[in-house]
Every structure is written in structure tokens, then in C-alpha cells.
């Protein structure tokens, strides 16, 4: 909830800070969480990503993906390897708005003012027990709409329809990147949903269908390990390539002064 004149403020006009030449919102994990059920509550078309170090090592191969997240609304920074790159260029992030610790703020939220949530993505199963599981845990959420992501091209016209039907205020987004963010780019056009969001493997975590890593690993910026620990053929390329990749790319292109693709 709102509670003070700069907090209204923040979420007026938010702080923004560039790297990669990419405009990222500056705020705290609770402002991040009030912003985007505002704007679910005001009906403001909103496309939401947020963007680790394997984002942005995609988007230098895929000028399609990184034009993508210059074009919408609202961008978050996600991870340590983000962190690191914004020192690099003397610069720090509020928070690590990721979406896996802003989501239950939103449902939060979403409860308090009855803002009702769609869910589409993943494995069969995890999207519903998912919601299921925040339902619970927030008396009043109202998860009206939920679907796995594995359906024939021939159903999208019908999914649309569904999530359209359901008067659904928020959108959440799992196929991983960069297929979330192209998908909701390509579909934005046809859906009445107003706030939309890519969210990877959010769904898995919350339906207990793949453990986090413990709170301790987290505070201490080793999450990515504990994932690579957990799935090493699957991640070894995004951590332990991807990783050296990244940080090499932010050298480079802080000695340059240049953005991602100049």
C-alpha cells in the first residue's frame, strides 16, 4: 500500500537507470509490487521483464529480443550478475526486483484490492496447483484463469478468448526467455489484459514442483548456483559459460562507453 509522498511520487515518475542502453526502473521489491497492481488497477497496457546477465546475453545475439525490452513499459533487473555490471558504470540497483520474490507481493496486493490474475505456462499441473497454493496463502486473491504451456498453435485463438473471458487484470507470463517476451509481444494486441508480465520458471518454484535454494544461498547472491547444482546439463551453459560471457560483455562495453548492439 501506498503509505507516503515519495513512495506516490516513485511510482509516478520512477527512478530509471540505464545499462546495456536499456532503461530499468529503480525500485524496491515493494514499490516494484505496488507499481505494477496500480497500473493493473488503472488499466494501463503494461509489458513487464525482467532481465538477468542470461538476458542480456541472448539479446547480443538476438536483435529482435533486446529491441523487445526496449520497447516495454517496464524493465527490472534481476540477478547479482546485473549488480555487478551496474558498478562496472558506478551505478546501483535499489533491489533485485526478480520475479520469483516479487510475485507474492503482487498477490498480496492483488488480494487487498481485489485485482483479479491469470496464469499460462509451464508443465501441466504447475500453473493450477500454483494458484492453488497463493489462494491459500492470501485470503480474498482471486486467480481466475489458469493454463499449462503446452497446447497446439490451433488453440491460441481459443486461450486468448479464456483469458480475455476472465476478467483478468494481471497476466503472468511462464515459457522462459525469450519466448515469454515474444509471445506477449506478438499477443498483446489481442488481449484485454492490461498488465502483463514474463516470468521463466515462477510457476515451478511456487507449486513445489522445483525447490529454490534456501534462504541462506539467496542472501548471499549463490542462487544461480544452487540451480546449476540442481539441472547441471540443462544450465551449464547459461551459468557456467553464460556467466564469464556476461561479465566479459559488461567489461567491454563499460571501456567503450557503449550500450548492448551499438
Known amino acids: 500500500m501506498l503509505t507516503s509522498d515519495d513512495q506516490q511520487a516513485a511510482l509516478e515518475k520512477p527512478p530509471i537507470l540505464n545499462l546495456f542502453g536499456i532503461d530499468f526502473l529503480n525500485l524496491n521489491l515493494a514499490d516494484a509490487a505496488d507499481m505494477v497492481v496500480s497500473r493493473a488497477c488503472k488499466n494501463l497496457s503494461t509489458r513487464i521483464f525482467f532481465v538477468n546477465a542470461h538476458c542480456i546475453n541472448v539479446a547480443a545475439k538476438d536483435k529482435t529480443y533486446y529491441k523487445t525490452l526496449r520497447e516495454a513499459e517496464m524493465l ?5 550478475g546485473m549488480a555487478i555490471a ?32 491469470a496464469l499460462l505456462g509451464a508443465k501441466p499441473g504447475h500453473a493450477t496447483t500454483c494458484a492453488e497454493k497463493m489462494v491459500s496463502q492470501y485470503p ?20 486468448i478468448e479464456g ?51 534456501p534462504l541462506i544461498l539467496r542472501k548471499i547472491k549463490l542462487e544461480w548456483l544452487f540451480r546449476f547444482l540442481l539441472e547441471p546439463k540443462r544450465m551449464f551453459k547459461r551459468y557456467i559459460t553464460g556467466n564469464p560471457a556476461f561479465l566479459f560483455r559488461a567489461i567491454k562495453l563499460r571501456l567503450l562507453n557503449k550500450g548492448l548492439n551499438e
Open 86 to 117: 551496474a558498478k562496472f558504470w558506478g551505478k546501483k540497483f535499489q533491489d533485485n526486483v526478480n520475479g520469483t520474490d516479487l510475485f507474492p507481493l503482487i498477490c498480496k496486493q492483488a488480494a487487498e484490492h481485489g485485482t483479479p490474475i
Open 140 to 159: 480474498g486473491l482471486r486467480i481466475v484463469w489458469t493454463h499449462h504451456g503446452y497446447y497446439p498453435k490451433e488453440k491460441l485463438d481459443r486461450l
Open 163 to 213: 483469458i480475455n473471458n476472465s476478467g483478468a487484470k494481471i497476466l503472468f507470463i511462464a515459457k522462459g526467455v525469450p519466448l515469454q517476451e515474444n509471445w506477449i509481444t506478438e499477443n498483446k494486441s489481442k488481449l484485454s489484459v492490461p498488465v502483463i508480465l514474463g516470468v521463466g520458471a515462477l510457476f515451478d518454484f511456487y507449486s513445489g514442483a522445483t525447490p529454490r535454494a
Open 76 to 80: 527490472f533487473s534481476d540477478g547479482v
